[in-house]
């Protein structure tokens, strides 16, 4: 999503990877080892890195792939593959090495680039049989999708979704921006996505609520997000059920108070299969103008909530189940003065046995003022690899 500020306090220059806070300020299971960053309109291949929106490791490989969310207002739709030298010391480097243009049509021959406002990538995940899913919150009318493609950037295929995550919109009066009536709100689509590690379950997450289902998070409330499941072992991929997930409020006033502010699924993880309490991390990004940003990391388990795929509209209030949702970290109470995070994945296992969890940030090819960058951040997670 674009539309965030870096905040006041910029973070470590090109190249300064810090060192692991002290284990007491941790809060379980996640122990915070480091941050490294790279600065923003960095070139590789005739590219402007930047927007780096979802994020997910090839172990087989030993690289990552993030995708950018550059409506093609710079060059065409595009994933980056990085080397991240990561460890117990921290974020040792980061290393562009493959850029990817991805393709728009694929009963053409090739690769044929988005045209500009046609998509707008936020999520990227790899499937077992080495074909990536990518969604985009948006294209130029305002649809989210979820698209497959080889790592030649090649599209594949296109999952079905519901029509209520489709915008509805009527003109806006005097000049103003369409007003959506029913679907995903503009900017506020196909944010988070978690895939089992066997590739058979997908779920996705919207940043805001859709249109139908209330209002979007406020400084006195949060805002209800549905988490979609998609079975990904049917041929074509099968929806399951939807359950409610509730952000926090908006962490902040604006400065001024008539300024921009907001809170959403940034990112999302699956994590059952290492940490059993669990299902998914949640990463919910919290922006106020003139102040910064706020990021949390929850625990969230699903089992209890009501599944509410045949409702077309939440009611208002939503007085039902939710899912379950804990705590894990907050950066500001670790030390870190986080930028724009929207990526998050599992990356491989520490020297210690444990995992690594990396999260990055979208600089929004600084746009704003001060100047953003591309933040990474790297976790252990109280999990041994190959549990």
Not at 56 to 85: F, M, Q
Request: hydrophobic content about 40%.
């Amino acid at each position: 999503m674009v539309c965030r500020a870096w905040s006041a306090v910029l973070l470590c220059a090109f190249g300064l990877a810090l060192l692991p806070w002290a284990a007491a300020a941790q809060p379980a299971p996640l122990r915070l080892l480091g941050e490294f960053s790279f600065p923003s309109k960095t070139q590789f291949q005739s590219t402007t890195v930047g927007g780096l929106s979802g994020v997910a490791y090839d172990p087989r490989r030993g690289v990552y792939y993030a995708v950018s969310d550059d409506r093609g207002e710079l060059e065409a739709p595009r994933y980056y593959t990085l080397r991240i030298d990561v460890g117990l010391g921290g974020i040792g480097d980061v290393r562009i090495v493959g850029v990817t243009t991805l393709d728009s049509d694929a009963a053409t021959p090739g690769i044929q680039p988005y045209e500009r406002n046609d998509c707008d990538f936020e999520e990227i995940a790899l499937l077992p049989d080495d074909t990536l899913l990518i969604s985009s919150e948006r294209d130029r009318v305002g649809r989210p999708w979820i698209r497959r493609f080889a790592l030649d950037g090649t599209l594949l295929d296109e999952l079905s979704q519901r029509e209520k995550f489709v915008a509805v919109s009527e003109p806006g009066t005097e000049g103003r921006p369409p007003v959506v009536l029913k679907g995903t709100r503009t900017n506020l689509g196909y944010e988070g996505m978690a895939l089992s590690p066997d590739g058979g379950t997908l779920y996705v997450a919207n940043e805001e609520a859709l249109a139908q289902d209330g209002p979007i998070a406020t400084r006195a409330a949060g805002t209800n997000v549905r988490i979609v499941e998609y079975d990904l072992l049917r041929a074509p991929a099968r929806l399951g059920g939807e359950q409610v997930y509730r952000t926090e409020a908006i962490f902040a006033d604006p400065n001024p108070v008539t300024g921009f502010a907001d809170n959403g699924v940034s990112g999302m993880l699956w994590v059952r299969h290492v940490l059993p309490q669990f299902d998914l991390l949640v990463m919910e990004r919290s922006f106020a103008t003139g102040v910064g940003n706020d990021v949390n990391i929850y625990g969230v388990r699903l089992a209890d909530a009501q599944n509410v795929a045949a409702l077309d509209a939440l009611p208002q209030p939503f007085t039902n189940r939710t899912v379950q949702k804990t705590l894990l970290a907050n950066m500001a109470r670790l030390g870190i003065a986080a930028d724009n995070l929207e990526g998050m994945t599992l990356g491989p296992p520490l020297s210690n046995g444990k995992l690594s969890l990396l999260l990055i940030s979208d600089d929004n090819f600084s746009a704003f003022d001060p100047p953003q960058v591309n933040q990474f951040i790297l976790f252990e997670l109280d999990a041994v690899a190959g549990k």
